[in-house]
């Protein structure tokens, strides 16, 4: 931005690197570039800055379709000016002292290229319907811009070039918009439900997936526990047969045991019997020779050992008389037994 010191009867100018300055003097260029410096007299003197760096003008604006429908419009030119001795004199771009009006030049410029815009931009739009516009307007519609706007005459005239047209959008009214945008929002409705669907549907299938897999490994541990129960039963069937053998086996043994020590005692009961009945035999042979009144000694002898104590005994005349008889009589003679 230029800077302008006021001194008495005379002012100093001091340009910008983005505005070109255009000194007149008493309807003469006294002075002009970029990046100007000088000194001048207020009073016979005129100042125009026009900015060389690229100017963004954004325009909006409404367009019919040939079906009568409302469309806005969005558009951003991009221009320069490249002849700023012409548009200082089309233009208004004069510097004004304190307490005037500004310069209306870039005023007039974007009135200027937001009238051509708009006047092409409707004549476009008005052949085309709402749903092409909407489909293809945007593209159809720079390249139509940027041709009209290169070619005006007026611009050229003036000193503006005009770099680029980018078109933003075309919109239709509200209640339309949300009408068009209706069957796509319920078809994306109707995808996110499908899509929803299929997960629950996979969710589902996974879950089938998973129970089916827990199913057939209760099964198969079933199949184990009923296959290790028949096992457990067989091999406690085996035991009993094992234990009960042996208790067969322990029992024949006791009994050949006990058959064995019964024959022994039998033996021993049959071997005593006849040492005792042989013993018997031979008492029996000794007593067979002997008298008897030896015997009844004998037998009293016996007897006496069972016999309870005698405290006084009687003895008669008449026993003790055949007593002593008995002792000194004469042995009998032997028999002799033919053998």
Same mark, same amino acid.
């Not at 954004?58 to 320069?80: C, K």
């Not at 307007?137 to 980018?166: K, M, N």
């Not at 040492?275 to 042979?285: I, N």
């Not at 309870?308 to 003790?320: A, K």
């Given at each position: 931005?230029?800077?302008?010191?006021?001194?008495?009867?005379?002012?100093?100018?001091?340009?910008?690197?983005?505005?070109? /300055?255009?000194?007149?003097?008493?309807?003469?260029?006294?002075?002009?570039?970029?990046?100007?410096?000088?000194?001048?007299?207020?009073?016979?003197?005129?100042?125009?800055e026009?900015?060389?760096?690229?100017?963004?003008?954004?325009?909006?604006?409404?367009?019919?379709?040939?079906?009568?429908?409302?469309?806005? /419009?969005?558009?951003?030119?991009?221009?320069?000016?490249?002849?700023?001795?012409?548009?200082?004199?089309?233009?208004?771009?004069?510097?004004?002292?304190?307490?005037? +009006?500004?310069?209306?030049?870039?005023?007039?410029?974007?009135?200027?290229?937001?009238?051509?815009?708009?006047?092409?931009?409707?004549?476009?739009? +008005?052949?085309?319907?709402?749903?092409?516009?909407? $489909?293809?307007?945007?593209?159809?519609?720079?390249?139509?811009?940027?041709?009209?706007?290169? +070619?005006?005459?007026?611009?050229?005239?003036?000193?503006?070039?005009?770099?680029?047209?980018?078109?933003? $959008?075309?919109?239709?009214?509200?209640?339309?918009?949300?009408?068009?945008?209706?069957?796509v929002?319920?078809?994306?409705?109707?995808?996110?439900?499908?899509?929803?669907?299929?997960?629950?549907? /996979?969710?589902?299938?996974?879950?089938?997936t998973?129970?089916?897999?827990?199913?057939?490994?209760?099964?198969?541990?079933?199949?184990?526990?009923?296959n290790?129960?028949?096992?457990?039963?067989?091999? $406690?069937?085996?035991a009993?047969?094992?234990?009960?053998?042996?208790?067969?086996?322990?029992?024949q043994?006791?009994?050949?045991?006990?058959?064995i020590?019964?024959a022994?005692?039998?033996?021993?009961?049959?071997?005593?019997?006849?040492?005792?009945?042989?013993?018997?035999?031979?008492?029996?042979?000794?007593?067979?020779?002997?008298?008897?009144?030896?015997?009844?000694?004998?037998?009293?002898?016996? $007897?006496?050992?069972?016999?309870?104590?005698i405290?006084n005994?009687?003895?008669?005349?008449?026993?003790?008389?055949?007593a002593?008889a008995?002792?000194?009589?004469?042995?009998?003679?032997?028999?002799?037994?033919?053998?």
């Amino acid at each position: 931005m230029a800077i302008i010191k006021r001194y008495p009867w005379i002012s100093h100018f001091l340009g910008s690197p983005t505005g070109y /300055v255009v000194h007149l003097q008493k309807g003469a260029v006294k002075h002009q570039g970029v990046g100007q410096a000088f000194f001048f007299r207020p009073a016979n003197s005129v100042l125009s800055e026009v900015p060389v760096d690229d100017q963004e003008l954004p325009t909006l604006f409404h367009a019919i379709t040939r079906d009568h429908q409302d469309v806005s /419009v969005q558009a951003n030119v991009t221009y320069r000016f490249i002849d700023p001795v012409a548009v200082s004199t089309r233009l208004d771009f004069g510097l004004q002292t304190a307490g005037k +009006a500004p310069a209306t030049g870039r005023e007039q410029v974007s009135t200027i290229i937001g009238q051509l815009c708009q006047s092409h931009a409707i004549d476009q739009i +008005a052949t085309t319907t709402l749903a092409e516009a909407l $489909a293809r307007g945007v593209s159809q519609l720079r390249l139509v811009l940027t041709e009209a706007l290169r +070619a005006d005459a007026r611009l050229q005239s003036t000193g503006i070039e005009i770099l680029g047209v980018q078109v933003l $959008a075309i919109r239709p009214e509200a209640d339309v918009e949300r009408a068009l945008q209706t069957p796509v929002r319920e078809q994306l409705q109707a995808e996110a439900d499908r899509a929803v669907y299929e997960r629950r549907a /996979v969710a589902v299938e996974r879950e089938r997936t998973i129970s089916e897999n827990e199913m057939a490994s209760q099964i198969e541990l079933a199949v184990r526990r009923e296959n290790l129960v028949a096992q457990e039963g067989a091999n $406690a069937r085996r035991a009993a047969e094992e234990k009960a053998a042996a208790g067969l086996i322990e029992a024949q043994g006791s009994a050949e045991r006990k058959g064995i020590g019964a024959a022994a005692e039998a033996n021993q009961i049959r071997l005593v019997g006849e040492a005792a009945a042989a013993r018997e035999a031979a008492t029996m042979e000794v007593y067979r020779g002997m008298e008897q009144a030896t015997l009844m000694a004998l037998a009293l002898k016996d $007897a006496a050992g069972s016999l309870p104590n005698i405290g006084n005994l009687t003895i008669t005349p008449d026993l003790l008389s055949g007593a002593l008889a008995g002792l000194f009589k004469e042995p009998a003679a032997p028999v002799e037994t033919v053998k």
